[in-house]
């Protein structure tokens, strides 16, 4: 097997800490591998690898090679492609992960034109409102709306996505309307709960440069934005949701926005890919037109 094939083969296994999730990532068999990983140690003259029947972590050796393959991999496809960029474009498939109405309103009707212009080039759309394990599930970047943990990987700032605060006709003729947080008190929410920690959000809103905040009551508790806006369409309560997102709504009427000088703080967006894979060139053409994309879409 190609030298570089055994690198790639050998980082992914321990970025996965398991030879079946490392060889369902890259399609292979599992003998295969394993095979490619004892081929290496032979070639290096070292024990790469901790092998339990639980879990596979580096040997001490080990981590510093992979440190080292990860740099000589990224180097290499960048080398290869240095000529070929210009003639035939950015090639291969690019495995991707958004937000559920990101991908579906945005995202998603503007790929014709992106693979239109980049005819060698393959995407794979996963459209998820949980948090993902990039290296684990194999995907190349995500797109993620919010604060960010320390995950050491690497961050590209896209945009902020602005929220507001709406109701429908129906519940603000039941209810009357807001105009600032005083008046929320006899209001209801509809609660959007995390999809990856279940946890309720308060009612926020930035009031002199600082973000406040209180709980609200709510009879209705949803998981997905699909189901936050149809509650609130259903007159349930007041939701704060992206701009973006309910535009057509409030168009139409079926949406009223309220207390505008009260919203919540914008969530930044943000692009995270794993290591430095952020070289290779059709990591870097996606990433590009999403931020132009994103940035025509929900203007900040």
Aim: hydrophobic share 45%; proline share 6%; with cysteine.
């Amino acid at each position: 097997m190609d030298r570089i094939d055994l690198f790639r083969i050998f980082t992914r296994v321990v970025d996965c800490s398991s030879f079946t999730r490392a060889a369902d990532t890259l399609g292979l068999p599992r003998s295969s591998v394993s095979a490619a990983v004892i081929e290496l140690e032979a070639r290096v003259g070292a024990r790469l690898l901790h092998r339990t029947t639980r879990k596979v972590a580096p040997t001490q050796d080990g981590a510093a090679f992979y440190e080292r393959c990860l740099r000589l991999i990224a180097d290499v496809e960048e080398t290869e492609g240095l000529f070929r960029h210009s003639a035939t474009g950015p090639a291969g498939r690019l495995r991707i992960d958004v937000p559920g109405r990101i991908g579906r309103l945005i995202i998603a009707p503007a790929l014709p034109t992106l693979l239109a212009s980049h005819p060698l080039l393959d995407i794979d759309l996963r459209v998820t409102d949980r948090a993902v394990d990039l290296v684990e599930e194999g995907i190349d970047c995500v797109l993620r709306v919010g604060p960010l943990a320390d995950s050491g990987l690497v961050a590209r700032k896209i945009g902020d996505l602005e929220l507001i605060n709406v109701a429908s006709p129906g519940y603000l003729a039941r209810h009357g309307a807001p105009t600032s947080p005083a008046d929320l008190d006899g209001h209801v929410a509809v609660n959007y709960a995390s999809p990856s920690t279940g946890r309720i959000e308060n009612w926020e809103w930035l009031e002199a440069g600082e973000v406040r905040g209180r709980p609200l009551p709510g009879r209705v508790t949803v998981n997905s934005a699909e189901a936050y806006i149809a509650c609130c369409l259903a007159g349930l309560g007041l939701i704060q949701i992206p701009a973006y997102d309910v535009q057509s709504h409030l168009a139409k009427g079926e949406l009223v926005e309220v207390m505008p000088g009260f919203r919540a703080e914008a969530m930044p967006m943000t692009l995270l890919y794993p290591h430095r894979q952020h070289l290779s060139r059709r990591l870097q053409v996606f990433a590009d037109w999403l931020d132009a994309l994103l940035r025509r879409a929900i203007p900040g």
